[in-house]
């Protein structure tokens, strides 16, 4: 058997202010033929997981590009263009082939392409033909079109916000495929529109709950797989929002009617899974009366993951009104000041002025005088499961008490190695404030008592009905009080 891997993918808010270039896929990952380093960002994982099950089976795996992009705004049409045709080339060369195995986002949003997993896949499908399997795995932020369902045997989406169980959900789609290849099972999609455009953290109930009922249907009655996808809220395009998909074992009716189940009572669910958010101040009274350390904000808003800048001062603002000391800021994504600092050395104390630069949703800069007290050459920090994030160079500073990270690479933080690494003592500190919507969560949570989501201005409005999603499908909640007063079917 030969099969063909490739990845190609970002997540794409589409009215950040910075657009996705090919720079951008160069400061993230970007890796051809296999060559992966030893620090793997965790979407290049798959392709790591299918080619030592292809090698263990005497397989021959040709894997062409290895793409992802930190999330921003639209990806630049040239920069979408030519990745793309380099992994069609590639395909072409490599022809014949058994299958083609794909990781990707699924959010994914260029100039003049509302879905390119969509177009990826249909150029897929022209060259390999009708009889050749192709399978996906995508993160569960992930926009599903019909184009795309008609186009692949079959597709895993991540079960789990934050995503730790990417490496599970390769499996599962290795599974599929090679039980498809072996005449084992024939793979049937079927999806149903949820007709709802939010946030589902599945760390607590009742998402938590649902998600287990999820798995607990695979293996049962020809269901191979069943997954969620939430669909990104950020991105203005038709078919914006979530939809469930079950793959069975050619028991098409069987999964178009558990599909539907498990979308109603998702709905049903609707109140009462959406996470909550904190005022600043509110947060920080919060912090104080709390005994025990570190208590970590959330800065949603300003989560680099979800297109965001991350160089917003909101909270560092607040804090210094305050008069907090001993806090954490992790990070700060300001290029410039990182260049002056590093120039400056270990010790160098300065006047400095720290982000808000990337427009109005990051504040006003901070004016600060600062200590550096750590200089670092291109940072890397855990990731999820046994993936890496890339931080590039990064200066760790110090201002009246609170520390910073401030790296030239844009990341969301993760992990508690995004300060240590950086020489931050962050158990020590009274609140660590970290630049993520969730994915900080398990990992935080296992070094906290107390994780708070603040609300703070920024590019990511967690106000589902202030976004400007006049592009979304209707009618779809909570833009609509109830979008299934009408039987009609949205677009997608």
Known sequence: MRIFTACLGTETHTWAPLPTDTKAYEDTYLVRGGDHPEAVNMFGVPLQIWRGHADAKGWETVESLCAFATPSGLVVKRTYETYRDEILADLKNAMPVDAVMLSLHGAMVADGYDDCQDDLVHCVRGIVGPDVFIGCELDLHCHITKRFVENTNAFVI??????????????????????????????????????????????????????????????????????????????????????????????????????????RKLWTLRDSIVPSVVEMDDAIDQALAFDAGPVVFGDAADNPGGGAAGDSTFIAHALIARGITNAAIGGIWDPVAVDICKGAGVGAKLGLRLGGKAGPWSGDPLDLQVTVKAVFDDMIADGLGNSTRRMGNTVTLEADGIEYVVHAVRTQNFHPSFFANAGIDYAAKKILVVKSMQHFYSNYAAISDKVIYVSTPGVVDHNIRRLPLERAARPVWPLDDDPWASNEQRPW
């Not at 730790?164 to 959900?169: G, L, S």
């Not at 589902?200 to 009655?221: K, W, Y």
């Not at 038709?238 to 979308?263: F, S, Y």
């Open 158 to 263: 991540f079960k789990e916000y934050p995503h730790i169980d990417f490496a599970e959900r390769a499996e599962e789609i290795w599974t599929i495929m090679e039980r498809t290849l072996a005449g084992d099972v024939k793979p049937v999609i079927s999806t149903f529109d949820c007709r709802m455009i939010e946030l589902f953290h599945t760390t607590r109930e009742p998402m938590r709950s649902f998600v287990d009922g999820m798995a607990a249907l695979e293996g049962q009655d020809g269901v191979l797989s069943v997954s969620l996808g939430h669909g990104f809220p950020w991105a203005n395009i038709p078919h914006v929002g979530a939809r469930m998909v079950v793959i069975t074992d050619d028991r098409k009716d069987h999964g178009d009617r558990l599909a539907e189940e498990l979308g």
